[in-house]
């Protein structure tokens, strides 16, 4: 149980390092492409405007879809809870799991023997053929 929740979290901790540095990739390869054209100020501009429609874009997105879901009842877990939460604010839900991420990544950092436990964990699975 503890192994799987490892890695989840560097799962997630990977794809958001590889989401992020995606996102930052392609804000600079449009910021080359129009510093030709616009000069600094104006790429930095449209890139900006672009930034802004793309999460507005998200947003819309987010708040448009999706039923509304039945009110909680009294006899669910703590986790059903959690989950009704994260499906009635998606957004929120990602906001935390990013900073549950960084709170990790930060522990590992400032506590190496967590790498070296979820390392061992981790190969303590591969070998006994459980995944």
Known sequence: ??????????????????????????????????????????????????????????????????????????DDSLAARAFDLARQHPMAAGGAALLATLAAGVLAVKNPKVIATALSAYLAGRSSGRH
């Open 1 to 74: 149980m503890i192994e799987k929740a490892l890695l989840a979290v560097i799962g997630l901790a990977a794809l958001t390092a590889l989401t992020l540095m995606g996102v930052a990739a392609a804000g600079f390869a449009l910021f080359a492409v129009l510093t030709p054209l616009l000069g600094a100020a104006g790429a930095a501009g449209v890139l900006a405007l672009v930034c802004i429609l793309i999460l507005g874009g998200a947003v819309l997105a987010v708040r448009g879809k999706g039923p509304s879901l039945p009110a909680l009842q009294q």
